[in-house]
C-alpha cells in the first residue's frame, strides 16, 4: 500500500499530550500543509491561528470547557500544547466543508512528523463570541468568519489507541 494510505489508516485521535512545546518549524510545516488544502472554486477562504501561548491556550481551553458543558477543571484539548484555530469566510458557500479539508491535511502532516493531533468542536461558538472576533480583529483578520474546528497538536502521553473497526455498509456503487 501506499505511503499516504498507510499514514491516512494508522492516524488515530489522540487524548494525552505531554507538555513539550512542538518546535516552530514543524508548526509551520503543518499550518503549510492546511493551507494547501483544496476549497470550492479555489477561493482559499479558511484562515488558521496558531496558538502557542500557554495563558491565551488556557483561555482559550476554558471557554471551550463551558461551551461544552463539561466539569470544571477538565481540558477539552486534552493538554496539547498548539492549538491551530481554523476559521473560514462566511460569504464562501463552501467555507465549512473548505476549513474541514484544511483540518484533515493539517492532523495527517501532524501523524507525519511524529506528532499527535485531535480535531476539537466549538469553534464555532467561540468565534460568534464578541471577546474572539475583536482577537480577530488584533490580528488584522478582517472579515466574517465561522469558526470550523481546533486542530489540538503535541507529543503523545501514552500509547496510540488502536483503530475502531469499520462499520459495513458504508459503501454503495452504481455501475
Same mark, same amino acid.
Given at each position: 500500500m501506499s505511503e499516504t494510505l498507510d499514514k491516512i489508516k494508522s492516524r488515530r485521535s489522540i487524548r494525552s499530550f505531554k507538555s513539550d512545546m512542538v518546535p516552530e518549524e514543524d508548526i509551520e510545516k503543518i499550518i503549510e500543509a492546511g493551507l494547501y488544502a483544496p476549497s470550492g472554486? &479555489? =477561493?482559499?477562504?479558511?484562515? @488558521? /491561528?496558531?496558538?502557542?501561548?500557554k495563558e491565551f491556550r488556557d483561555e482559550l481551553s476554558e471557554d471551550n470547557r463551558e461551551i461544552g458543558g463539561f466539569p470544571e477543571g477538565m481540558d477539552p484539548f486534552y493538554g496539547a500544547p498548539v492549538i491551530l484555530i481554523v476559521l473560514a469566510d462566511k460569504e464562501f458557500p463552501t467555507c465549512v466543508y473548505d476549513g474541514s479539508? /484544511?483540518?484533515e491535511n493539517? *492532523? *495527517?502532516?501532524?501523524?507525519? *512528523? =511524529? *506528532?499527535? &493531533? @485531535?480535531? @476539537?468542536h466549538r469553534a464555532k461558538q467561540?468565534?460568534?463570541m464578541d471577546k474572539?472576533?475583536?482577537v480577530l480583529k488584533s490580528l488584522g483578520a478582517e472579515g466574517d468568519y465561522e469558526? /470550523? =474546528?481546533?486542530?489540538? @497538536? &503535541?507529543?503523545i502521553n501514552g500509547?496510540?489507541?488502536?483503530?475502531a473497526p469499520i462499520n459495513e455498509n458504508r459503501v454503495f456503487y452504481i455501475k
Open positions: 472554486r &479555489g =477561493g482559499q477562504s479558511p484562515i @488558521i /491561528v496558531a496558538v502557542t501561548n479539508v /484544511v483540518m493539517m *492532523l *495527517l502532516a501532524a501523524h507525519d *512528523l =511524529g *506528532l499527535g &493531533g @485531535i480535531w @476539537i467561540e468565534f460568534e474572539y472576533k475583536d469558526g /470550523v =474546528g481546533h486542530c489540538a @497538536i &503535541g507529543y500509547e496510540v489507541p488502536e483503530a
